[in-house]
């Protein structure tokens, strides 16, 4: 699939946009007249204190909710009334923030399950087990990259919280996206595995794009290209680290929250 501009043909320096981004709740303004451009081979957080729309947002832009007024397009094209099958078909794939894994399932087996969705098997569990090892290659090569290798045969079950949170972005990665949404990707971890799962972060950002949603701003600092800051719906800061967290609106926003 081809998407260009309307101007010289060439792709669009922005993957996902989104333009007058509004969500109502029985009265209620979640998201109210948000603009937001993420631009193609970026790290892009998305960040709030509690209560901000975070995951209103990342609802809205991944079709899990439709907004109340507003448009959003990705690849140049309107995704505003498509279904989230649709977008992830087009190459735009979210995890989510509770680990979904198979957790009676190997590592390995789980990389599998993702990677015959890519290839519309993946109800075809009947299939001979040397059908199904033609793709251990595709999962060894993934568990590879999320430094999963070593425990291909563990049950899922078995892994610690951070492990099985990049057993999630693997099986994600072998929808093999254009643009990951990873929602609270670092929530719930210790040091050890926030450092580990930025690295892994980092490493899959180098042919794609990634949007991220977190809470804390401190978690992306040494992390995201371009921070966006919410508050009560809205837009309330943009730019990289040094200029969010100087702006006294967000250091405000953030009291209690952060250190800085």
Request: aromatic share 6%; net charge positive.
């Amino acid at each position: 699939m081809t998407n260009t501009n309307d101007t010289g043909g060439q792709k669009s320096a922005f993957i996902l946009e989104a333009h007058g981004l509004t969500k109502e709740f029985r009265g209620f303004v979640a998201v109210k007249g948000l603009d937001l451009k993420i631009r193609r081979g970026t790290i892009h957080a998305l960040i709030g204190p509690n209560g901000a729309g975070k995951s209103t947002v990342f609802n809205l832009l991944t079709k899990f909710l439709p907004p109340t007024k507003g448009q959003i397009l990705y690849e140049g094209r309107d995704i505003t009334a498509a279904k989230p099958a649709d977008v992830a078909r087009m190459g735009m794939v979210r995890s989510f923030q509770i680990s979904a894994v198979f957790p009676d399932l190997t590592v390995l087996e789980n990389v599998r399950v993702a990677l015959q969705r890519r290839l519309g098997t993946s109800f075809q569990f009947w299939r001979s087990d040397h059908s199904l090892k033609q793709l251990d290659a595709q999962g060894y090569e993934l568990l590879d990259a999320v430094n999963l290798l070593d425990l291909s045969q563990r049950r899922a079950a078995d892994l610690p919280y951070g492990r099985k949170r990049a057993l999630e972005i693997a099986t994600t990665l072998a929808l093999d996206p254009a643009m990951l949404l990873l929602d609270e990707p670092l929530a719930g971890m210790g040091h050890e595995d926030i450092d580990r799962t930025a690295r892994l972060i980092k490493q899959v950002a180098k042919n794609r794009t990634v949007l991220m949603v977190e809470h804390n701003l401190s978690v992306v600092a040494d992390l995201s290209d371009t921070i966006t800051v919410l508050r009560r719906g809205e837009l309330l800061a943009e730019g990289n680290y040094a200029t969010v967290s100087s702006n006294p609106e967000v250091r405000e926003a953030y009291m209690g929250s952060t250190n800085g």
